[in-house]
Nanobody, 124 residues
Framework: QLQLVESGGGLVQPGGSLRLSCAASGFTLDMSVIGWFRQASGKEREGVSC??????DTDYADSVKGRFTISKDKNTVYLQMNSLKPEDTAVYYCAARSWSLFRKCVSDQNYDYWGQGTQVTVSS
């Protein structure tokens, strides 16, 4: 069974850090582009970051550049989030699609597999 499972969410104060994980089972990330997306309450889902199958290419939304870092290790993709702001509060999802579809992997939400999401709350 093909599955993505996110973990690492939680409550953090403004300026703090969290690291999210996206673990894949049933398929290899060597053949997949992985994207991170988020959806705040009452808002549309938006792209955050993505990484190519060989981890050589990454992309970020302007709102998180310089604060978030995406990385990959074997069959897990990480999203290191630093200098968190209240506006980063959202449910964060990871998603996977074919290795050949890196182009516009942040802005294009057409992915084949999605995780269940993990809540990130930034509040004092």
């Amino acid at each position: 069974q093909l599955q993505l499972v996110e973990s690492g969410g939680g409550l953090v104060q403004p300026g703090g850090s969290l690291r999210l994980s996206c673990a894949a089972s049933g398929f290899t990330l060597d053949m997949s582009v992985i994207g991170w997306f988020r959806q705040a309450s009452g808002k549309e889902r938006e792209g955050v970051s993505c990484i190519s199958n060989n981890a050589m290419d990454t992309d970020y939304a302007d709102s998180v550049k310089g604060r978030f870092t995406i990385s990959k290790d074997k069959n897990t993709v990480y999203l290191q989030m630093n200098s968190l702001k209240p506006e980063d509060t959202a449910v964060y999802y990871c998603a996977a699609r074919s290795w050949s579809l890196f182009r516009k992997c942040v802005s294009d939400q057409n992915y084949d597999y999605w995780g269940q999401g993990t809540q990130v709350t930034v509040s004092s």
